[in-house]
């Protein structure tokens, strides 16, 4: 009998324990129906309770993974209440609710394991998960590359394919405001930041295709991005082997003006030293970027987003040894390497937004942003290359060196390519909603002025002879013949460009919710169209029009089974942007159209409980049919258009994803997606476009020790089939085709924390400052296995044919962490 007394009393003390670490946060602004700060407002859920303050502001803490019912009351109102609250661990979810005097209020907002339950079939994620997952490149990017549908096999690299696009086929929009990239980097390891810092984000939705009309003109993806308003001062630091990067959140006592201002370095070196190049690298990578907000009244907002970001590369390579082939004809190829590289990226923003709320059912926005870059690309290398068999004898001093030369030779790339782009938005964006009808519009003007000079050769010289184009001017006929043509590179561009594009966008929708036998209907009906002017230095001046409607419907049935349902179908056109224009010889060609693509999307998304806690399954089928295709090479993460639209191409697959608490109190999720796209390029048939990826898995788990629940796991594991490795220089992609390996990498991140909002200390003890702290360890490619991203061909002077030497992405890689936040 008193066993089993202190047993329950030990059993419910630890169920206790638990539910009190697994909390999340709702927070916002209560304000009644004349837009006023209410203050003094019960807000309670059944495990806690809070007043709003003289400003109308609050915080309450709620048990995270479980459903939990939110009422605001107060003297002289009626009260709202927020049903089937569901929020993560850590999770913070604003909420801004305006108090009625003369009508009762139920607000039902389900909210999943990965964020609010959408009807319009954008995927949310919790940015403290992307805060915590461990990647090469950590931020918003790497988790979305773990997401059924997104595909990337550089890890060093920002950049994303969705479902079959390429890298120039994605909006990303920070508080409304699109946001750019640089247009010359061509490597992964030439990038640095990813424009998004993720130690900023409140809110972070993303969709992979069927996407509404008030997002912009791209084929693939939206990536909407939310900055925070900070309610409170706030100081975060982080500090790695990879770089450090700080965060400040500060509010004024009125609370009229808020701001967050984040800086990053980061070192690339960790990386770039475990591959297989051999270099003296030297890079720095920093920005500085700042959201501020002041709060004229509760009327008139006006925000602000800046950035200056610097990226300078500096790379001499040194030597280099591939081992590649098979287990009967092993084979080497040794490099070394002369000269340096020296590129340069300077990039800032400034962005002004005007948010103006007429009333409780209007809200009027005014955008102006300005974008401008200099890049330089200058680099002299020569690299004199050695193909040979490996030796294999175990008993041999040289065992694994290259041995029997089977092909030398030398290869000087030159490059002096400059890039100056300014780009001028002003915008106005407006939404009124009433009785759960919405009409949203918008009108956008938009200049470009890009001045480009690319200048870039490769010479290559095989057994000390230039080997030249494999065009009819350079056919070799002696001794027949005298052979005087000129010494030309083997690949070369030399171009001037100056480009100024005027656009003109505009968008409308609608939408609504009904009844329908008990069961609840959600459409949104849009139509978006733009008209474009490139006016091209030496060429014909060029305008042409789009209009792309698109519609979304989502059904809701009234069935035990909590199921969603939704269906999108719509056009999504990309008018050109600056390099869909230049075709591979650099010449600008203004009459390049708009591709076209037709999205029919199939989604289901099914919350369910197993083993007691929330779990939610989509999935998701879709077709592209595109038209009008630039088609493109790509290697690495340079895109090189043909700027022709002489193709044609689609796309389909399906998307899987479990989601929710695999583990009490944590997020993860398991991702499945299969792709096919093929491109038909002047009708000579259908081949595999850059990007068919087929099978993606995606992992993201996260784990502790139930008795050290303060230690935790991170789990990073993705697995993509190999895509198109591309062809030799000249090559017919319809006559020459083969695939990369698989990408396979796992990447693992442990760390203990002393303090979070769970865990606090005394005002006698040394860790009271600190709103949070931890600190621990990363393992990049958790396996060391070996991915590669293009391939190196080089000739042997025996068969004359070329060998595809993969060319190595980064092995194990160990990094030490720390994050503190005051």
């Known amino acids: 009998m008193k066993f089993s007394k202190l047993f329950l009393t030990v059993f419910f003390l630890c169920s206790f324990l638990a539910m009190r670490a697994q909390t999340a946060t709702i927070t916002g602004v209560v304000l009644d129906e004349d837009n006023r ?83 319009d079939g954008i995927v949310s994620i919790s940015p403290e998960v992307v805060r915590k997952m461990p990647g090469a490149n950590a931020g918003v990017e790497n988790v979305l590359k773990l997401l059924p549908g997104v595909s990337s096999n550089n890890e060093l690299s920002t950049q994303y394919a969705v479902r079959g696009g390429n890298y120039d086929e994605n909006l990303v929009y920070i508080n409304d405001i699109e946001v750019y990239r640089p247009f010359l980097i061509r490597s992964g390891q030439q990038e640095g930041f990813s424009f998004v810092n993720s130690n900023m984000v409140q809110r972070l939705a993303f969709s992979p295709g069927g996407f509404q009309a008030r997002y912009g003109d791209k084929l693939s993806s939206v990536l909407d991005i939310t900055y925070k308003n900070p309610s409170q001062f706030g100081l975060q630091i982080e500090g790695s082997l990879l770089g450090v990067n700080g965060t400040v959140e500060t509010i004024s006592r009125n609370k009229n003006f808020s701001g967050i201002m984040g800086v990053r370095y980061r070192d690339n070196s960790l990386f770039v030293n475990s591959q297989q190049t051999k270099t003296n690298f030297n890079p720095a990578f920093a920005d500085l970027q700042s959201y501020l907000t002041y709060r ?22 040194l030597t280099r040894q591939t081992n590649f082939g098979t287990l009967s004809d092993p084979m080497a190829l040794l490099v070394f390497y002369e000269g340096q590289e020296k590129n340069k990226y300077a990039t800032s923003l400034g962005a002004l937004k005007a948010d103006y709320y007429v009333n409780e059912n209007t809200a009027l926005n005014f955008i102006a942003s300005l974008y401008h ?53 002003i915008e106005h964006k407006a939404k009124y909603s009433k009785n759960k009808k919405s009409l949203e519009w918008g009108i956008k003007y938009t200049h470009e002025d890009i001045r480009d000079q690319i200048r870039e050769a490769e010479f290559i010289d095989s057994v000390g002879f230039l080997v030249r184009p494999p065009l009819d001017e350079f056919v070799n006929n002696q001794p027949q013949d005298p052979f005087n043509a000129p010494i030309v590179p083997f690949e070369g561009i030399n171009a001037r460009n100056f480009v100024k594009t005027n656009r003109f966008s ?90 076209k693509s037709v999205h029919f999307v199939l989604g289901n998304e099914y919350s369910l409980t197993l083993w007691n806690r929330p779990f939610t399954f989509f999935s998701q089928a879709y077709y592209k049919k595109l038209n009008n295709v630039n088609a493109y090479t790509l290697e690495d993460v340079r895109i090189r258009y043909a700027a022709d639209n002489d193709a044609k191409a689609y796309a389909y697959g399906i998307d899987l994803r479990m989601n929710g608490a695999f583990v009490p109190g944590t997020t993860s999720w398991v991702s499945i997606g299969y792709l096919k796209t093929e491109e038909n390029i002047n009708e000579r ?13 995606g992992i993201l788990f996260q784990d502790y020790i139930p008795t050290i629940p303060n230690l935790r796991m991170y789990l990073n594991l993705v697995y993509n089939t190999g ?86 992405m980064t092995t194990r890689v160990l990094n030490l962490k720390l994050r503190m936040r005051f």
């Open 37 to 119: 700060p209410l203050g003094n407002v019960n807000i309670s859920s059944k495990a806690n309770g809070t007043f709003t303050d003289n400003n109308g502001f609050y915080i309450l803490k709620v048990i995270a993974d479980i459903e939990n019912t939110i009422t605001f009351s107060h003297l002289g109102h009626k009260n709202i209440v927020i049903q089937k609250l569901i929020l993560t661990t850590n999770e913070t979810y604003e909420f801004n609710p305006v108090m009625k005097i003369e009508v009762q209020q139920v607000d039902g907002v389900v909210v999943t394991p990965t964020g609010e339950k959408s009807v």
């Open 296 to 317: 004229f009244n509760r009327k008139f907002h006006l925000n602000f987003l800046g950035n200056i970001s610097l990226n300078n590369y500096r790379n001499e390579p």
């Open 373 to 425: 870059t200099t890049e330089e690309e200058y680099s002299d290398v020569i690299a004199a290359y050695e193909l040979g068999a490996v030796d294999t004898d175990l008993g041999s001093e040289n065992l694994g060196e290259a041995i029997g030369t089977r092909g030398i030779g030398t290869q000087f790339n030159r490059a002096r390519n400059d890039l100056d782009a300014l780009i001028l938005n």
């Open 506 to 595: 505009a968008y409308v929708q609608f939408s609504d919710q009904f009844k329908w036998k008990n069961h609840d209907i959600y459409y949104n009906l849009g139509m978006r169209a733009q008209r474009w002017t490139v006016n091209a230095e030496g060429y014909q001046k060029n305008t042409q029009s789009i209009f792309s409607p698109r519609g979304q419907i989502a059904l809701k049935p009234n069935w035990d089974k909590d199921m969603l349902f939704r269906f999108a179908v719509g056009s999504y056109q990309q008018p050109p942007f600056y390099r869909e224009l230049r075709d591979i010889n650099g010449n600008i060609r203004p009459e390049v159209k708009a591709q």
């Open 685 to 697: 048939g259908y081949i595999s476009r850059p990007t068919d990826q087929r099978l993606k898995v």
């Open 723 to 808: 895509v198109p490795g591309g062809s030799p220089n000249y090559a017919d992609p319809y006559i020459f085709q083969n695939r990369l390996r698989d990408y396979r990498r796992a990447d693992l991140g442990i760390s203990y924390i002393f303090v979070d909002t769970n865990k606090k200390y005394p005002k006698n003890h040394w860790l009271y400052q600190f709103e949070e702290l931890n600190v621990g360890f990363e393992i990049f490619n958790l396996f060391n296995n070996q991915n590669s991203i293009t391939n190196t061909w080089v000739r042997d002077v025996e068969s004359k044919q070329q060998f595809a030497v993969p060319n190595f």
